[in-house]
């Protein structure tokens, strides 16, 4: 998945927290052969590669999700769409030639694009791209989505509370660990630095920037977010933090903000009573919906902590990764928590799972 899913659990015994480990990594291991867009066999390529064909079947997650992220395309006014493959192809192309896309290929881009085009069946299980070279592109929403089902697994265990969380971006936090009100979290800002620390219970936390992995073309940089009504890719850069019951509304929902903007995005969210939000500018500037810092009990960083906290957390991990003797960048390990009593408190995993292409669907 090209990330890091961390998952930590309270409750459970070694033993069965274990065991249920395996469960959910085994899990979300079956999820990015159905979802991912670099193995020509999985579900999604197949999908992609039968445009223009028909209607196709697909397996049930795939075509839930489909569904779930055109509602969330409605919602969003068109500025999440998970049929933007055209559009990251030829922004793909022109990186590779440093070369701006002429606007007839934009134009032929774009004209493949609209999560309206997509047409989802969940009774059958089938799926179509009407038009040939449409395709979809999930990694907007395939991790929260991801999340989602990973909580579904957790029901009817032992697990008193979980967080888990791919490659702090994607939080879905369960319950809180014994004693606190939630999970806490530190949240980055625009700037590489961090913004402020929110408390998670019982929801999921979408975290997009604008500029991460985008690419320079001409001199000019452009982000890896495009935005699907202009086919232009940001060039601003910004973050946007949203949190929703779901992964998957959470993730479509911070795609959209940070797309839309301080004023569009913003007033989005205020019409919705289930989703809170925050963006935030290169220049520190924010603006959130009025709910954002109840919902999650939101503490902003005081003026210098962030630079100095940056610092102090990466000696934090190097130091934790070396006394587990492993190098920091491929952490797979257990670790277990011991309370005052020296009983196990918490079962928790970080492990990377089958590294793939910087863009993939997760």
Same mark, same amino acid.
């Given at each position: ?28 291991? @079956? ?7 670099? #193995? ?8 992609? +590669? ?31 769409? !998970? ?9 793909? /192309?022109?990186?590779?030639?440093? @070369?701006? %896309? ?28 009407? $038009?040939?070279? !449409?395709?979809?592109?999930? *990694? ?12 579904? /697994? ?12 791919? *490659? ?36 999921? $936390? ?7 992995? *985008? ?35 959470? #993730? ?14 913003? &007033? ?6 289930? &989703? ?24 902003? !960083? /005081? ?13 934090? +991990? ?10 920091? #960048? ?6 277990? #928590? ?11 995993? @970080?492990?990377?799972?089958? %590294? ?7």
């Amino acid at each position: 998945m090209g990330t890091v899913l961390e998952i930590t659990l309270h409750g459970p015994n070694p033993t069965d927290g274990s065991a249920l480990l395996d469960r959910l990594f085994t899990h979300t291991a @079956r999820l990015e052969r159905i979802l991912t867009r670099f #193995e020509d066999e999985s579900e999604l390529s197949r999908l992609n +590669q039968s445009a223009g064909r028909g209607p196709q079947q697909v397996h049930p997650d795939l075509a839930r999700l489909l569904s779930e992220s055109r509602l969330q395309g409605q919602l969003t006014h068109g500025a999440f769409d !998970m049929t933007i493959g055209p559009l990251v192809e030829v922004w793909s /192309e022109a990186a590779r030639k440093n @070369r701006r %896309p002429s606007p007839a290929a934009l134009e032929r881009a774009r004209s493949r694009v609209g999560f309206e085009k997509l047409r989802v069946d969940l009774g059958r299980a089938t799926a179509e791209l009407p $038009l040939r070279g !449409m395709s979809v592109e999930l *990694g907007g929403i395939a991790k929260g989505f991801a999340l989602d089902q990973l909580v579904t /697994e957790l029901q009817g265990t032992p697990v008193e509370s979980a967080l888990l969380s791919f *490659g702090q971006s994607s939080i879905h936090a369960l319950g809180a660990p014994p004693g606190q009100e939630g999970w806490r979290v530190l949240l980055r800002d625009a700037s590489n630095g961090y913004a402020g620390v929110v408390t998670l219970r019982d929801q999921a $936390l979408s975290i997009s920037g604008s500029l991460g992995q *985008g690419f320079e073309i001409e001199g000019r940089y452009y982000g890896h977010v495009i935005d699907p009504r202009s086919g232009e890719p940001l060039t601003r850069r910004r973050l946007a933090a949203v949190t929703a019951p779901s992964g998957t509304r959470a #993730e479509a929902l911070a795609k959209g903000l940070v797309v839309l903007g301080e004023r569009e995005g913003i &007033a989005l969210l205020e019409q919705l009573p289930d &989703a809170e939000g925050l963006l935030i500018d290169a220049s520190g500037e924010r603006w959130a919906s009025s709910g954002w810092e109840r919902s999650v009990h939101f503490k902003p !960083m /005081e003026t210098g902590a962030s630079a100095l906290l940056s610092r102090a957390s990466e000696r934090r +991990q190097e130091h934790r990764a070396l006394a587990l003797g492993v190098r920091r #960048e491929e952490l797979r390990h257990l670790v277990i #928590e011991e309370g005052e009593s020296g009983r196990p408190e918490a079962l928790g995993v @970080r492990a990377q799972i089958d %590294p793939s292409p910087e863009n993939s669907s997760f």
